[in-house]
């Protein structure tokens, strides 16, 4: 099968020949159909996430057909111990025993992958792989960090990518208020949240102070969390997002004060990928994605990088 492996961190993704791997028991085989591209990928190339082990296949959601002919998805999570305080107790997400896709067994840039049956979920009907894809990072991990900031009706998303935009439809679908912060001056991706549905969107240096009931950091920038501390009113919570971010600059007590709530998410479960996979139809969420053949996977991470596209970016196998 052709594969993109990463050998060397800091390298571009070799594309190479591989033989098609073979499930273990309990495991499923899965000819992939279309693997999304998320920022963690970045992290990952560039050695700011820590891979185990190289080589290693990068991408983590999955969509393929099962030996069973099943189109299931494959998330972040690869594997949880589940004896362990937070498997018994809900939080397999801090297993610290957990796998990844991606990064501790290999991921979707590739034809063929094997992924333990127990972290394959079921596509919802109507999702073609394409579409599909973006839903089992930005979409779980979007919806999880939604699910942080409680009831909060007025939500500042810094950081409008793949993530924000499909948060964007769920809240709207619960009548609640999304305001989109994008890098200063990107007016094409103002414009594109304001096409979902924001109520407002603006350049991160615009964010009004105790403007908002709740903020999320999905951009891996963390000067961002002082700007979003203040955004928020007292009692509100400012979620970050992503696996990796910059170094927080200090910041005066009074921004945090009067029970303002700094926290991060890590990973996922699989209740969320349950909840948020049964969600997405009813809303229905819609992905915007732009398609990459496998050989040009490495493209689709520097335009990710250099923020060429709006929505989200997609991997595909040709299979010829």
């Not at 930005?138 to 960090?145: F, N, Q, T």
Request: glycine fraction near 10%; include cysteine.
């Amino acid at each position: 099968m052709n594969v993109r492996i990463l050998d060397r961190v800091g390298v571009p993704m070799q594309l190479t020949k591989r033989s098609i791997p073979a499930a273990d028991p309990g495991q499923l085989l899965v000819r992939v159909l279309a693997c999304g591209v998320c920022r963690t990928d970045l992290h990952l190339l560039d050695g700011e996430v820590e891979i185990p082990e190289l080589p290693r296949v990068l991408g983590h959601q999955i969509v393929g057909e099962a030996s069973d002919g099943r189109l299931v998805g494959i998330p972040w999570l690869a594997w949880t111990c589940g004896e362990c305080v937070y498997c018994t107790t809900g939080r397999e997400n801090l297993c610290p025993r957990a796998r990844f896709t991606g990064r501790d067994v290999d991921g979707g840039y590739a034809e063929w992958t094997v992924a333990d049956e127990r972290f394959c979920f079921p596509i919802p009907d109507g999702y073609p792989a394409l579409q599909a894809a973006p839903l089992l990072c930005a979409g779980l991990i979007g919806h999880r960090a939604f699910r942080m900031c409680g009831d909060a009706r007025r939500i500042g998303v810094f950081g409008f990518g793949a993530a924000g935009h499909v948060l964007c439809q769920v809240a709207r679908h619960e009548q609640r208020e999304i305001h989109a912060f994008t890098r200063p001056g990107d007016r094409a991706a103002q414009a594109f949240a304001m096409e979902l549905g924001a109520a407002t969107a603006a350049g991160s240096d615009e964010a009004g102070a105790s403007s908002l009931d709740a903020a999320i950091i999905f951009a891996p920038d963390g000067a961002l969390v002082p700007i979003a501390l203040r955004a928020v009113v007292p009692g509100g919570t400012v979620v970050c997002g992503g696996i990796h971010m910059s170094d927080i600059p200090s910041f005066p007590y009074a921004d945090l004060w009067q029970e303002r709530v700094l926290r991060s998410v890590a990973n996922l479960t699989r209740a969320d990928a349950e909840e948020f996979l049964a969600l997405a139809p009813l809303v229905p969420v819609t992905t915007r994605v732009h398609r990459y053949p496998l050989e040009r996977a490495n493209d689709a991470l520097a335009d990710l990088r250099a923020g060429r596209f709006t929505g989200a970016a997609v991997v595909v196998p040709d299979h010829s």
